[in-house]
């Protein structure tokens, strides 16, 4: 089961996503938070594997809830957006998103997004994704998000693999692509994470844009 978190201000939006999860056989909706403090308690005590966290919110909003519960190791967040490329994803990618949804995906978009992300992959819509990450890494004035010279760390699969995570490219695509069982896929993305000190694929995504990788 894959336990989630709901975070929504707008009682009859949040109701609704409760009620496309809860018809999942495979998902189960733990807890539900009206406002960004909220939702940080509410991963804290509960401990969900994922908090699909609406972005503006009142009291906190989505992008520094979800920095407090990524920075705390709490759960995986999936953010719902109006618009799909505003000051608000960037910032919510910044803060270390699994990855994003708009508001108006259809059900069964919803529940797959989910699934994918309990599954650790935190890129979804890879032809949506590949435009975010473009425009966002295209529109970052400040430096990459990390020493270059870290990279000289990472193996030639590692840098492999983080090219294809530059592209958009799901876990099974990566191992198509390079020949190799899924699994080693995501030990090479946990080991690259790590040594390049990101909270996220997407993350990483936009690191290799910008480093043209």
Known sequence: MI???VAEDQSAVRAGLVLILRSAPDIEVVGE????????????????????????MPRLDGVSATRQVVA??????????????????????RA??????????????LIAAVRTVGRGEGLIAPAVTRRLIAEFAAG?????SVDLSVLDSL???????????GQGLPNAEIAVRLDMAE?????????LLGKLDLRSRVQAAVLAQELGI
């Open 155 to 165: 193996t030639r699969r590692e840098r492999e693999v983080l090219s294809c995570l």
């Open 96 to 109: 270390g998103a699994a990855g994003f949804l708009l508001k108006n995906a259809e059900a069964k978009d």
């Open 72 to 93: 705390e190791g709490l759960a995986d967040v999936l953010v719902l957006t109006t618009f799909d490329l505003d000051e608000y994803v960037f910032g919510a990618l």
């Open 140 to 144: 970052s004035a400040r430096e990459p």
């Open 33 to 56: 938070a009206a406002d960004g403090e909220r939702a940080v308690a509410l991963a804290r005590e509960l401990r969900p594997d994922l908090v699909l966290m609406d972005v503006q």
């Open 3 to 5: 336990r989630v978190l």
């Open 183 to 191: 699994a080693t896929v995501k030990t090479h993305v946990s080991r």
